[in-house]
């Protein structure tokens, strides 16, 4: 009996574990995210041009707006 009571102790502490190590890791990569985006201005302005397109201000704008959205 006390075998199973102490390995109820150690499967609930790796639960709990990794609970924490994964909210931590989330909480740690969206910081990294925010401070260093993937993509930027230039980045977008680069990709239209490849595509034959001239982006506008207001493009490139709504682009980056539609960016942030998806990491927050």
Known sequence: M???F??????GGLVIGAIIGFLIARNYMKKYMKK???INEQMIKAMMRQMGR??????VNQMMKQMTKYMD
């Open 2 to 4: 006390a075998f199973l």
């Open 6 to 11: 102490d390995l109820l102790k150690v499967l």
């Open 36 to 38: 260093n985006p993937p």
């Open 54 to 59: 001239t982006p506008s201000q207001k493009q």
